[in-house]
């Protein structure tokens, strides 16, 4: 299973990612006669939709991809998770 977590602009601390189990962290909660998965190919998926909402991004701050909805929100001076405008607008920048 891969978790999506999708960051609240007003709200969320963190950027939007995924994240999964690895395979030693699953086996151990396997059950016996449960399938096993291709760890290899969960880490590509997860990979691929990482890019894939970074890809989607119109600005980023520092590091952090920026949505266009988000972008938006920032441009009318409102502050995102902990990005204030007025303190990080050296930061901001459209891609």
Not at 90 to 95: G, I, K
Request: aromatic content about 8%; some cysteine; glycine content about 4%.
């Amino acid at each position: 299973m891969i978790q999506v977590y999708l960051a609240d602009a007003r709200t969320a601390p963190l950027p939007s990612l995924t994240n999964h189990n690895s395979a030693t962290r699953a086996a151990v909660w396997r059950e016996p006669g449960e399938p096993t998965w291709d760890f290899q190919e969960i880490t590509c998926i997860s990979a691929r939709i990482n890019r894939f909402i970074r890809k989607q991004a119109v600005a980023k701050i520092g590091s952090i991809s920026v949505l266009p909805a988000a972008a938006l929100r920032w441009e009318a001076g409102d502050k995102l998770s902990r990005s204030d405008p007025a303190q990080h607008a050296a930061a901001y920048r459209r891609l």
